[in-house]
């Protein structure tokens, strides 16, 4: 089964050629099903180039799988960069964006092959019916939610597998399977092999190397700014939470998760690796146990699944020395919502220099960890009901204390969900309905934390002056801003990003409308 109906990709000939070429603009964008070997590949594989008649052409993992092919062993289609549905106009697209992030989640892989997360759930979460779903899935990507799903699921095992040293027990687990039974009926139905016929030569459980961090792969589709990503987080990098080294390419950070209720905590270590169009990344043992979770905070907040060819065909005229710039996403939606109150109308030094108060007056502290990695940031339940007195004793005011007890009240109760499964909408509003917490704020939290390319900040200092309209009476000023970007849309995000660090390159003052009041 081709499945190359899809609008956003070239017809079969032309990914025939970017194959050919190995484009790693493409990886993730395509599988290439080979039917003379039964497998499928990513565009960047580098075994030798199928003949072209041999080639089936597939969107997704999933759509080859079903077809019946399995995955190569050499390129790993697991470690491609996802692909996304950005459309902020098309209802399906929308549907189907919020569909696969819930789905991507490790979160919600919850008992395994027979009981995977109800269709009904999935529809009530999302305000449809579960017919329309199961629909839209056949429609827009030639599989259902189920196998959707279970191919996640499944090449999130391999990957455990090849890079990991847990044991086989513990992937079915990690991988949202009730037992270990179930699991290998799974791997052995879908790929053929048992669990341990794929791993690699890894060091035995128990002994010395065994606890060492695991290193695993994670690609990107190209260009790809990682000094200014690196620069990004730098800037704004808390002692004993996280490190930064741009000269060697390095991010350090603890990290605090839960999957499925189970809590882990540990370090990690990221390595940029820009001639390979990947990182490199190495967990500590605590974290092992959550790794597809950590795997799917990483790709958040390094903006791995970006795709530059759209954004940069609407971005480029603007911002034509920014190509493959992201958007800096979050390792946590509670914290980079914490650390955007606290940096309402200060600067980011300003803004560090309170968190960093917050980290080390309420921070729990690892165990561990290496140098300059001594703490987790407080979780939402710290923060609940904390005194007020202790945040003032921090130096913060009054109006941001009360905004930062409700927003961790919300999280702790399950009302706000910060990450790339939320409904943009719907927890803008939940955001804004919060004390001390205006629409500057939740835009900005809905571009880092919910990974939604379309969030505008209008009222931003620097984003006005960058679009030279910062002279303007302020309402004026907001809607020659958001008139300027309307052609930006649905890239508004990357086009925040852009501003900051390069203005466009356009006289504003020329595009300006008459309408001054």
């Given at each position: 089964?081709?499945?190359?109906?899809?609008?956003?990709?070239?017809?079969?000939?032309?990914?025939?050629?970017?194959?050919?070429?190995?484009?790693?603009?493409?990886?993730?964008?395509?599988?290439?099903?080979?039917?003379?070997?039964?497998?499928?590949?990513?565009?960047?594989?580098?075994?030798?180039?199928?003949?072209?008649?041999?080639?089936?052409?597939?969107?997704?993992?999933?759509?080859?799988?079903?077809?019946?092919?399995?995955?190569?062993?050499?390129?790993?289609?697991?470690?491609?960069?996802?692909?996304?549905?950005?459309?902020?106009?098309?209802?399906?697209?929308?549907?189907?964006?919020?569909?696969?992030?819930?789905?991507?989640?490790?979160?919600?892989?919850?008992?395994?092959?027979?009981?995977?997360?109800?269709?009904?759930?999935?529809?009530?979460?999302?305000?449809?019916?579960?017919?329309?779903?199961?629909?839209?899935?056949?429609?827009?990507?030639?599989?259902?939610?189920?196998?959707?799903?279970?191919?996640?699921?499944?090449?999130?095992?391999?990957?455990?597998?090849?890079?990991?040293?847990?044991?086989?027990?513990?992937?079915?687990?990690?991988?949202?399977?009730?037992?270990?039974?179930?699991?290998?009926?799974?791997?052995?139905?879908?790929?053929?092999?048992?669990?341990?016929?794929?791993?690699?030569?890894?060091?035995?459980?128990?002994?010395?190397?065994?606890?060492?961090?695991?290193?695993?792969?994670?690609?990107?589709?190209?260009?790809?700014?990682?000094?200014?990503?690196?620069?990004?987080?730098?800037?704004?990098?808390?002692?004993?939470?996280?490190?930064?080294?741009?000269?060697?390419?390095?991010?350090?950070?603890?990290?605090?998760?839960?999957?499925?209720?189970?809590?882990?905590?540990?370090?990690?270590?990221?390595?940029?690796?820009?001639?390979?169009?990947?990182?490199?990344?190495?967990?500590?043992?605590?974290?092992?146990?959550?790794?597809?979770?950590?795997?799917?905070?990483?790709?958040?907040?390094?903006?791995?699944?970006?795709?530059?060819?759209?954004?940069?065909?609407?971005?480029?005229?603007?911002?034509?020395?920014?190509?493959?710039?992201?958007?800096?996403?979050?390792?946590?939606?509670?914290?980079?919502?914490?650390?955007?109150?606290?940096?309402?109308?200060?600067?980011?030094?300003?803004?560090?220099?309170?968190?960093?108060?917050?980290?080390?007056?309420?921070?729990?502290?690892?165990?561990?960890?290496?140098?300059?990695?001594?703490?987790?940031?407080?979780?939402?339940?710290?923060?609940?009901?904390?005194?007020?007195?202790?945040?003032?004793?921090?130096?913060?005011?009054?109006?941001?204390?009360?905004?930062?007890?409700?927003?961790?009240?919300?999280?702790?109760?399950?009302?706000?969900?910060?990450?790339?499964?939320?409904?943009?909408?719907?927890?803008?509003?939940?955001?804004?309905?919060?004390?001390?917490?205006?629409?500057?704020?939740?835009?900005?939290?809905?571009?880092?934390?919910?990974?939604?390319?379309?969030?505008?900040?209008?009222?931003?200092?620097?984003?006005?002056?960058?679009?030279?309209?910062?002279?303007?009476?302020a309402p004026a000023a907001r809607r020659e801003a958001e008139r300027i970007a309307r052609r930006w849309r649905p890239w508004r995000s990357y086009a925040v990003i852009r501003a900051w660090t390069t203005p466009p390159n356009f006289e504003a003052s020329e595009e300006m409308s008459h309408d001054r009041s």
């Amino acid at each position: 089964m081709a499945a190359m109906d899809h609008s956003t990709l070239p017809d079969a000939d032309a990914l025939y050629r970017a194959l050919s070429a190995r484009d790693a603009r493409f990886d993730g964008r395509f599988f290439t099903g080979v039917t003379s070997t039964g497998i499928y590949c990513r565009p960047v594989c580098r075994v030798r180039t199928p003949k072209r008649d041999n080639c089936q052409f597939f969107e997704h993992a999933a759509q080859a799988e079903r077809a019946g092919f399995r995955p190569c062993l050499r390129c790993r289609p697991e470690l491609a960069p996802r692909d996304r549905h950005w459309s902020t106009e098309d209802a399906g697209d929308i549907l189907i964006r919020q569909a696969t992030a819930l789905l991507d989640t490790p979160e919600t892989w919850a008992g395994g092959e027979d009981a995977p997360p109800a269709l009904e759930q999935l529809a009530a979460r999302l305000g449809v019916s579960a017919r329309h779903i199961r629909r839209l899935f056949e429609q827009r990507l030639g599989v259902s939610p189920l196998q959707y799903l279970q191919t996640r699921r499944l090449l999130a095992a391999k990957q455990m597998l090849a890079d990991t040293g847990l044991p086989v027990a513990q992937v079915a687990l990690a991988a949202g399977f009730a037992s270990l039974r179930r699991f290998n009926d799974a791997f052995v139905g879908r790929y053929g092999l048992n669990p341990t016929q794929l791993r690699r030569s890894r060091p035995t459980p128990g002994s010395d190397r065994s606890h060492a961090p695991a290193e695993v792969r994670l690609s990107w589709r190209p260009p790809y700014r990682a000094q200014e990503v690196l620069r990004f987080f730098a800037d704004r990098a808390l002692p004993g939470l996280e490190t930064v080294d741009p000269a060697q390419q390095i991010l350090r950070r603890t990290l605090r998760i839960a999957v499925r209720g189970t809590p882990a905590s540990g370090w990690l270590q990221i390595r940029f690796l820009p001639d390979e169009n990947r990182i490199g990344m190495r967990v500590s043992e605590g974290l092992l146990p959550a790794l597809p979770g950590v795997i799917d905070r990483v790709r958040a907040a390094l903006d791995l699944d970006a795709d530059p060819l759209a954004i940069d065909a609407v971005l480029h005229a603007d911002f034509p020395d920014s190509d493959g710039m992201r958007v800096p996403g979050a390792f946590d939606g509670f914290e980079l919502a914490v650390r955007a109150v606290l940096g309402q109308q200060v600067t980011v030094a300003a803004a560090r220099t309170l968190c960093g108060r917050l980290l080390e007056r309420l921070g729990e502290p690892l165990a561990d960890g290496p140098p300059g990695l001594q703490r987790l940031f407080p979780p939402p339940e710290v923060l609940a009901d904390l005194d007020g007195q202790v945040l003032g004793e921090i130096g913060i005011v009054r109006q941001r204390q009360q905004a930062i007890r409700a927003l961790a009240r919300a999280v702790a109760e399950g009302r706000l969900v910060l990450d790339g499964r939320a409904d943009p909408a719907s927890t803008l509003s939940s955001l804004e309905a919060l004390p001390g917490i205006g629409p500057w704020t939740a835009q900005y939290i809905a571009m880092r934390a919910l990974r939604w390319p379309d969030a505008w900040p209008s009222g931003d200092v620097v984003l006005l002056h960058a679009l030279g309209v910062r002279n303007l009476p302020a309402p004026a000023a907001r809607r020659e801003a958001e008139r300027i970007a309307r052609r930006w849309r649905p890239w508004r995000s990357y086009a925040v990003i852009r501003a900051w660090t390069t203005p466009p390159n356009f006289e504003a003052s020329e595009e300006m409308s008459h309408d001054r009041s």
